[in-house]
């Protein structure tokens, strides 16, 4: 068993962001284990990928460039990952948890009988003792994430088949250059040995993109709200507070469910992963699932009338309080202090 791969998703020669966070960590696991970190990109004009992903420390990039997988199609994506990763081997593999990933993981993972976790929040390189069988596997990827519901994190281990595949949500890894004159090696796949006609019995004819409204992710302030907001009316002191501190309006996914606010703006397990600047949270208790996607933050201010809310735990200040009160008083303080 050899190296570390990732699947790149490219659009329009533009390398998403989740691949790159992977391929930061990526090169942190390969360095661990002594191995050399390699990349797949499958599309049609990808001159420009290397330039982008060489600096995260990438050895060798693997491209297939051809018309007819310019735009995402399971099946000669398919086979062209499962021939390339039978052919090279790979000890670990790690795709984006997105609309692709989720469709391509399962697939390749089914065709080389290697198990797949999805939707991890953490790898870590480790050891497994299987007590049962009196065995020891060393250097195994801990695939860490949450289950039953948010309600316990569970590592997996894959002792025996390789690779060991994981999808990993957009913005769980940080994203960050290895080197920025970090040189790997390209290698240029003969895309007709992978696939066959039967791969492109489906076509794509026209594709309809919108580009989503908000970047919640990328904001440097988030001011969240919860169930303990109370009301979708509410919810506007949150807009207000917001537009004052130039940040941008996150919600839990029980503010959600309870009609709120809209789904585009859910942080948590099942919403957007964040790491702001500043994020105050505000009528949130804290559950395990909403902290998931939001405890990297530099600072955190909690306002909660529960003084025990386990948000609290991980917050750096906690305002004790009724939101309906303390909220009004931050938007008049810092309308009055902000220039």
């Not at 002792?159 to 940080?174: D, F, I, N, S, Y």
Request: proline residues 4%; negative net charge; contains cysteine.
């Amino acid at each position: 068993m050899n190296n570390i791969f990732v699947y790149l998703e490219i659009e329009d020669g533009h390398v998403a962001d989740v691949s790159l966070e992977l391929l930061t960590k990526g090169r942190t696991l390969a360095n661990q284990l002594g191995c050399k970190l390699e990349a797949v990109g499958i599309g049609c004009g990808l001159d420009g990928v290397g330039a982008q992903v060489f600096p995260y420390g990438v050895d060798r990039l693997h491209l297939a460039d051809d018309k007819r997988i310019k735009y995402y199609t399971s099946l000669p994506h398919t086979s062209i990952v499962v021939k390339l990763f039978k052919e090279e081997k790979p000890q670990i593999a790690l795709l984006g948890a997105t609309s692709t990933g989720r469709d391509l993981g399962p697939r390749v993972s089914s065709a080389l009988f290697s198990g797949l976790t999805a939707d991890c929040t953490m790898l870590e390189i480790g050891s497994y003792e299987d007590k049962k069988n009196n065995k020891t596997y060393d250097n195994l990827l801990y695939q860490i994430r949450p289950a039953f519901g948010g309600n316990i994190v569970a590592t997996i281990v894959n002792p025996e088949c390789r690779p060991q595949m994981a999808t990993v949500r957009e913005g769980v890894m940080k994203k960050e250059v290895f080197d920025p004159a970090y040189k790997g090696e390209t290698v240029k796949l003969d895309v007709s040995k992978y696939v066959s006609d039967e791969d492109f019995v489906i076509e794509v004819i026209d594709r309809q993109m919108e580009k989503s409204k908000l970047n919640i992710k990328s904001a440097p302030i988030i001011v969240a709200g919860g169930y303990g907001m109370g009301s979708a009316e509410n919810f506007q002191m949150l807009y207000e507070l917001a537009e004052v501190l130039g940040g941008e309006v996150g919600a839990s996914r029980a503010a959600v469910d309870a009609g709120f606010c809209e789904h585009e703006r859910q942080i948590g397990q099942t919403g957007v992963t964040v790491r702001p600047k500043l994020y105050i949270a505000c009528g949130i208790s804290g559950q395990i699932q909403h902290i998931a996607g939001m405890q990297d933050s530099s600072i955190i201010i909690a306002v909660n009338n529960d003084e025990n809310a386990p948000i609290n735990t991980i917050a750096d200040y906690v305002i004790t309080g009724n939101v309906e009160d303390v909220v009004p008083k931050l938007i008049k303080y810092y309308k009055a202090n902000t220039k």
